[in-house]
């Protein structure tokens, strides 16, 4: 039972039972024995130089060289946004550099899947389209896409995606992003002991570097591997570590690019691989996948997803991950020692990403092919290593794939496609608003259990739902993302999803592709009927669980782009209230939305139903009511999504 509190999923708390009784430690154990130090925590400590770290606590309101704690608070700030933006943005260089390598046929494994998208990210790129083959056309994307992470001076081109309105809001104010990398750099140099230390003027810096990431690094890493991967349509597939297989090769794939992980798909389903699988003892090959290199090839292919970030190291106390794989990003180094436990060889590929101790195949899109059947040879030769096994008996069925083109197409098909229907029902009321729902896991809350009760009252309350990251992969795992949870929708939001034929909750894809949602918002405030600019809709994005650099920036890019964000688990800015100030009130003068921090999800909950409902009332739209189209919940503290009760329920389906 104590393991329950640890974790909302019934699946995690019994490998959580079973590391316990093999005497294996994991992210939970340490949660437990390394507090958080509350001065960095509240981001009231400055080691930005020598002379400190000043820990900025009690009486000390300065450090030495007379830094306050507003200005230390705001410039560890953006120093996590910088550092989130160059994640993301790193990522999309590597799929620009894979793009080219692609087109001058120099990396024969892959080819480009969308050639409608191609063309359509040339237009934006101000690339010549017209009578040039794919190859060439794609030579002066990526080329172009490279000069955009590196652009100097002016702003990028995919600002002229925003809303002419926020466009307008950006140059006003001067954070009109110029190129990604110069955004990053500037926002080290301004942090820098001695330089910028005004807290409005560093944080309004970080604004607009969190805007390159949003708009430029994040947008142009989507596209792109939607041009070489294929633009995501809906798919079905299972989650959970009941998709691991007793009695075949499992090679699960972590991390967050869809570079190596696309092709180790190609390699799984390769007829001589399976046979050699087959002359090992395994009934065959299942890949699967975690975290957010699970969102890339679930979307395009429906491999299974294992889990999320905090099912890392409990996926390999299973016994039965013959090789876990890992690229970049949210990979524990915990992994390794957990691994020494059983015969999972831990492989790292990225050139950027080391783990001491374990193994390292550096992947190189040149050779991707190969490089991903060596990895899978590599684990069926590790399958008769198998010592006991124990898979947890827990599967649950979702749909994904909701790319912001087939939201489009759903809504009108191929000649009429728009955002027309729903605007004209958030108009009417059937729909009350909308929710971006994202984000990691963090060890220092209760494991899913924010991402799923504030997905399933906010579908109650008539509120359609986007969702990425590690927050798709928690909704998957309760069903959120099955048809069938068109149960739990609210009467107006059930009709008008059943009508367009999507469900109430939509995987849109991995962390990076949160651009995918900025697209989503711009197109409503673009349509008509619901403002002129993304801070006129009724939606609000929602981080429950978050931990990661990359969370802070793309909340940050969210709230510049006009939407108002609410982040759980607890604040990062705590040690300065003039700074907790400036991001929500501050920012929503500015930019007209606001990022908070709420710890406690009933209050996330009832934040997010509120502001859609000032919303709506600013725009002079019908006033919701919960028993218009039927009856719609209206959430009360209490009525939280119990997993026993869910387990009782959904996961009776065990087994099918
Ligand atoms: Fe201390 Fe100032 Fe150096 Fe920060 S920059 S560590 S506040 S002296
Ligand atoms: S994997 S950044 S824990 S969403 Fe993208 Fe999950 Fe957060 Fe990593």
Known sequence: MAEKRKSFDPATCEMLEQAKAQSVTTVFDRAETT????????????????????????????????????????????????????????????????LLATAEGEAPDYQIKDERKLRMVAAYLDVEAEGRSTNEIAIDVAKAALAEFGRQQGEILFVRRAPPKRQEVWRRLGIAPRGVDREIVETLHRTHVGNDQDAEHILTHGLRNALADGWGGSMLSTDISDILFGTPAPVAARSNFGVLEEDEVNIVVHGHEPTLSDMMVVAANDPELIDYAKSKGAKGINLAGMCCTANEILMRHGIPVVGNFLQQELAIVTG????????????????????????????????????????????????????????????????????????????????????????????????????????????????????????????????????????????????????????????????????????????????????????????????????????????????????????????????????????????????????????GVGSPVAGSEEVTRMINEGWTQMVGAGLEFEPDWHKIIDKALAYIDTKRKALKLEEYSPTRYGKSATYFPGDSFSSEVYQQGRYSKVGL
């Open 35 to 98: 507090a958080p130090c509350p001065i960095g925590h509240a981001g009231t400590c400055c080691r930005n130089c020598f002379m400190g770290p000043c820990r900025l606590v009690g009486k000390t309101t300065e450090g030495l060289c007379g830094a306050t704690r507003e200005t230390v608070v705001a410039r560890n700030f953006i120093r996590w946004i910088a550092a989130g933006a160059a994640a993301h943005s790193d990522h999309g260089r590597d799929m620009a550099l894979t």
């Open 320 to 567: 039965a991950v013959d090789a876990m794989v890992v690229d970049i990003q949210c990979i524990m180094q915990g992994l390794q020692k957990v691994a020494e436990n059983y015969h999972t060889k831990l492989i790292t590929t990225s050139p950027k990403a080391k783990i001491t101790g374990a193994i390292h195949v550096e992947f190189d899109e040149h050779r991707a092919l190969d490089i991903a059947r060596l990895i899978i040879r590599t684990g069926i030769d590790n399958f008769p290593n198998r010592k006991q096994v124990h898979i947890p008996g827990i599967v649950d069925y979702l749909v994904a794939g909701f790319s912001h083109e087939y939201i489009n197409y759903m809504q009108g098909g191929f000649y009429r496609q728009s955002s027309r229907p729903l605007n004209d029902n958030i108009m009417n009321g059937r729909v009350r608003g909308a929710a971006g729902v994202v984000g990691c896991c963090n060890a220092r809350t209760s494991h899913d259990e924010a991402h799923v009760n504030i997905v399933k009252e906010l579908i109650k309350n008539d509120v359609l739902v986007v969702t990425t990251g590690c927050d798709a992969i928690a909704c998957a795992k309760y069903g959120l993302l099955s048809p069938e949870v068109m149960e739990y929708a609210g009467p107006g939001l059930r009709e008008v999803c059943q009508t367009i034929g999507i469900p109430p909750v939509l995987h849109m894809g991995s962390c990076v592709d949160n651009s995918r949602i900025l697209t989503v918002l711009a197109q409503c405030a673009t349509e008509g009927g619901l403002g002129e600019d993304i801070s006129d809709l009724p939606a609000v994005g929602i981080c429950p669980e978050w931990m990661s650099e990359k969370a802070i920036s793309i909340g940050t890019y969210f709230v510049a782009s006009g939407c108002h964000t609410i982040f």
